[in-house]
């Protein structure tokens, strides 16, 4: 397996670390007899060798080695090394291979490749040249192997008749059934990558869509007829997979597998996260990637799967909705309320999955909203323990607005430490949380003035009172102002959070403004202005700094903030108007779009201003929040770009929705950019 391996110049050649002199040790590693060390090399080939789907002169030199650790007979774990190679050569299709359990996936592929780069071109052209290795394995001993094989075979090896004879042949001798769904996906894929060419592989998935196959194997046909030859689809579709689901559920057997001890390393991790049924979860996975935008057929699949007396089916269906949720606008109030039902459930692993769901569709968990309430007051959390700080049940019913959530808050205000993330939870509830304003204080003035985590104590707080507006705390706001060291950890992030919190209190903090002159210079200039500018009005102090901010020689993420400032700032900012218009000619697209918006508030002339959001929106979708908010200002000014608003109107998907991963507020701002494109046609 290793000859020659010592002859490499693996010290000449790198990795994401640096020297690939430690890859012998990682290879040999892979071949070890104690599984924790070739979990554990596994993990550094990914992480280091081929480190987020990269591929250095060392990747490619340990090609050679893993086609002879994959080809050696009785040694375990091979399918693991399939896989690797597999992702070392590349996604013809768009797909990404390894352990990633999100609707798009995560792990092996290109996601990283330099189209300049030929170290990609000649990883894909040894993986094929190795690719008879694959045909070998589809019947090795090891069901892991033969698992893995097929798809490597399909992608890798350059005669897909040979290849589609092959898996047909497997498919009527394997007996295993995991090793029998990875061959109708790759018949799947197989179509896919090869069209027309490949009709026997369409005919035979629709061949094994029906009876007397059994149900995983027809749901495993259905999923792949789905992404490759959708019209071969029967027309009850969704009632003949909720069947199918069902009945499979009755019938399936626990695992019987021994539960292998895993390592603290990624590798280990994501096979610890699998679910409790991984085939059920990547047969339903796979249609339901498939569907797309098909979300009426999507969400009545999802009501199927959630009625299902199943735990793991029902718990499937909760984490498949959230790429569902994600990705596509819908009507999704009953599959939400269904979600929240799973809240009452005995089984630890379907209520925190409900949770996690819920807790970042904000407003559209309301549906959902009882049953948070209910799980919130009984004192207890997703996992049935006394509830943490801001527990995730605590802060779903939060977000989604719901004022039953302000007794659980205030008791998370008492507690010794209170959680970085209170101040924005408190947000989501407006007016509501008014009753919690004068904890925010109590608690303020507890925090101590020179200690390494006074920051991290004050920020939260900070956040919330300025939320709420509450003007009392202006005396605990300035004790931490005056009375923190210059020496202090985080000091300057800590005078801007309290010059941001001065600035929402307004002219009732009018007696901040002599601290607030004093801090006009130096890195919180624009934050400290712009509170000015909202406590006492004083322009003559503010405007100077503003537009010293705005001058080319300013820091980027400065003249944003000050354009946004003068925006805020109004008709009285007049002086600030040539250097706004020569900044939506900078090279950065936010920069360009805070000062286009406050051209509009400033002089309220569209000229300028439309050209610069119509090239932003296009350019960058996260920029479209900012100006539609701009555009409800404008009214039947911004009409010549209105064809964007219906545009986005009309689009199924969601605007910040992208492959291979998302962040904690996209569907909430999504929602909020839809709200602004009614309002701002509504207007028009």
Request: proline letters at 7%; glycine letters at 10%; charged letters at 25%.
């Amino acid at each position: 397996m290793f000859r020659g391996i010592d002859e490499v110049d693996w010290a000449s050649m790198e990795h994401a670390y640096g020297s690939a002199a430690d890859v012998p040790e990682l290879l040999r590693g892979l071949a070890s007899p104690l599984p924790q060390d070739r979990e554990t090399a596994l993990d550094g080939m990914y992480g280091a060798v081929h480190h987020q789907g990269d591929v250095y002169d060392s990747t490619l030199a340990s090609i050679p080695f893993l086609f002879a650790l994959a080809g050696h007979p009785g040694l375990p774990d091979r399918g693991g090394i399939v896989e690797l190679l597999a992702s070392i050569g590349g996604s013809d299709d768009g797909e990404t291979l390894g352990d990633g359990f999100g609707e798009d996936g995560a792990g092996g592929g290109q996601g990283a490749e330099d189209p300049g780069d030929d170290n990609y071109a000649m990883a894909q052209a040894a993986v094929r040249a190795g690719a008879a290795v694959f045909l070998g394995l589809v019947t090795d001993a090891d069901p892991e192997v033969r698992r893995a094989a097929p798809s490597a075979l399909v992608r890798f090896h350059d005669e897909p008749p040979h290849v589609l004879g092959l898996l047909s042949e497997r498919l009527r001798d394997e007996q295993e059934d995991g090793v029998r769904l990875a061959l109708v996906e790759s018949l799947g894929l197989l179509a896919r990558l090869h069209g027309g060419s490949t009709a026997p592989a369409v005919d035979c998935l629709v061949s094994l869509c029906g009876s007397p196959h059994d149900p995983g194997l027809r749901l495993a046909a259905l999923g792949q007829l789905a992404s490759c030859a959708p019209d071969r689809l029967p027309a009850d579709l969704v009632p003949t997979v909720v069947a199918l689901l069902h009945t499979r559920s009755q019938r399936i057997r626990p695992s019987t597998e021994p539960v292998r001890t895993s390592t603290d390393t990624l590798i280990g991790s994501l096979r610890r996260m699998r679910p409790a049924d991984e085939e059920g979860a990547q047969l339903l996975r796979t249609l339901h990637k498939a569907l797309g935008a098909r979300t009426t057929d999507r969400i009545a699949l999802l009501k199927g799967q959630l009625s299902s007396r199943n735990t793991a089916d029902r718990c499937n269906a909760v984490w498949m909705s959230a790429g569902l949720f994600r990705e596509w606008r819908a009507a999704y109030e009953e599959p939400v309320a269904l979600i929240g039902e799973q809240l009452g459930s005995d089984e630890e692993r379907l209520r925190c999955a409900a949770v996690s769901v819920l807790e970042f569709l904000f407003t559209l968990a309301a549906p959902a909203a009882d049953r948070l309430a209910a799980l919130v007051e009984s004192g207890t959390d997703s996992r049935g323990r006394s509830t943490t700080p801001l527990d995730r049940p605590l802060k779903a019913l939060a977000r989604c607005g719901d004022a039953r959530a302000v007794p659980a808050l205030a008791e998370v205000l008492r507690r010794p430490v209170v959680p970085n993330e209170t101040g924005d939870t408190i947000r989501h509830l407006g007016p509501a949380a008014a009753p919690l304003a004068p904890l925010l204080r109590e608690r303020l003035a507890e925090v101590p003035l020179d200690s390494p985590d006074t920051y991290d104590r004050a920020a939260p707080l900070l956040h919330g009172l300025g939320t709420l507006r509450y003007a009392a705390a202006v005396p605990e706001v300035l004790r931490l102002l005056h009375g923190t060291p210059r020496e202090l950890r985080l000091r300057d992030a800590l005078v801007k959070a309290l010059a941001r919190t001065l600035g929402a209190f307004g002219p009732r903090a009018r007696e901040a403004v002599p601290a607030l002159r004093e801090l006009l210079t130096g890195e919180n200039a624009v934050a400290v202005a712009d509170a000015l500018r909202s406590v006492a009005g004083d322009l003559e102090a503010v405007l100077p700094v503003l537009l010293g901010a705005l001058a080319p020689e300013g820091a980027p993420g400065s003249r944003r903030a000050a354009a946004e400032a003068l925006g805020r700032t109004g008709a009285a900012a007049a002086p600030a108007l040539p250097g706004l218009r020569r900044l939506t000619d900078s090279a950065g697209v936010w920069e360009r779009t805070a000062a286009a918006c406050a051209l509009w508030d400033i002089a309220g002339d569209p000229e300028p201003v439309l050209p610069v959001f119509r090239e932003a929106w296009r350019q960058n979708p996260y920029t479209r929040g900012t100006i539609a908010a701009c555009l409800v200002r404008m009214g039947v000014a911004g009409a010549p770009v209105h064809d964007l608003v219906r545009t986005e109107l009309a689009s199924p998907r969601r605007h910040r929705a992208r492959s291979g991963g998302h962040g904690s507020h996209d569907v909430l701002d999504d929602e909020l950019l839809l709200r602004d494109c009614r309002t701002t046609l509504e207007a028009a």
